[in-house]
């Protein structure tokens, strides 16, 4: 069974920490990515990577940074945590897009920045 | 910037009726289309896809989409909703070659039973 594993289900941290979201998939997959899902806004991309050590910027960068140093794993993280990132963060895992297969997700990481 | 709209986004409904949700894109190429839906309180799971060939497609649960490439369009239908239906409904597109998976706003769709 296919598998994304987001490290916390659950965080809470204080205002200006530095936050680290961890995923990992074991699917050999190619691409990985990071989303924030809020309410009426949808899935919002904000970084994206196609293979190891490499990563693009989303629609919603500012205030992130990732790191890809082994291919199963993506991390997120928030230099300095503030309140208007709390959020729910999605991690997902696919193939290229020319291998014409979907991407899977992990189940989620709710965020709440006090 | 690649873009993925769906429109009206809290759907109200009573069980038996049809359902309709729209899905535009934005940009042209080769494109992966997808539908995923989120059931209350569960992470999101793929409804159906379409990759290439015949542009109707069908997924779980009774749901179907149409590509229809000269409108940039992927809608999702349903004859006959059930009050199981009520999820959050969300058109995902991925270019070939960019690999962006972009997302549109989501269907908050609500069916009473």
């Known amino acids: 069974d296919v598998k994304v594993t987001q490290s916390s289900r659950y965080l809470v941290k204080r205002t200006g920490e530095k936050v680290f979201l961890e995923c990992v998939q074991d699917m050999d997959h190619e691409n990985m990515f990071w989303y924030r899902q809020d309410p009426g806004l949808g899935l919002r991309l904000i970084y994206f990577?196609?293979?190891?050590?490499?990563?693009e910027k989303g629609d919603i960068p500012e205030g992130y940074s990732v790191s890809r140093e082994k291919k199963e794993r993506f991390s997120l993280i928030l230099e300095s945590a503030s309140t208007n990132q709390t959020s729910m963060y999605l991690c997902a895992s696919s193939r290229p897009a020319d291998s014409n297969t979907e991407a899977f997700f992990g189940q989620g990481t709710r965020l709440t920045v006090v | 910037a690649q873009s993925v709209s769906q429109h009206n986004h809290h759907v109200i409904l009573s069980e038996a009726a049809s359902l309709e949700l729209g899905c535009n894109y934005s940009?042209?190429?080769?494109?992966?289309l997808f539908w995923y839906v989120q059931y209350p309180g569960q992470h999101l799971q793929l409804l159906l896809k379409?990759?290439?060939?015949?542009?109707l497609v069908k997924g779980i649960k009774g749901f179907e989409a149409e590509f229809i490439k000269s409108k940039f369009s992927f809608n999702l239908r349903k004859p006959s909703v059930q009050w199981s239906d009520t999820a959050e409904y969300f058109c995902a597109v991925i270019r070939y070659g960019n690999n962006r998976l972009a997302f549109g706003k989501g269907n908050q769709v609500v069916v009473i039973p």
């Open positions: 990577s196609y293979d190891v050590k490499m990563k």
């Open positions: 940009y042209g190429g080769t494109v992966n």
């Open positions: 379409y990759f290439s060939g015949d542009p």
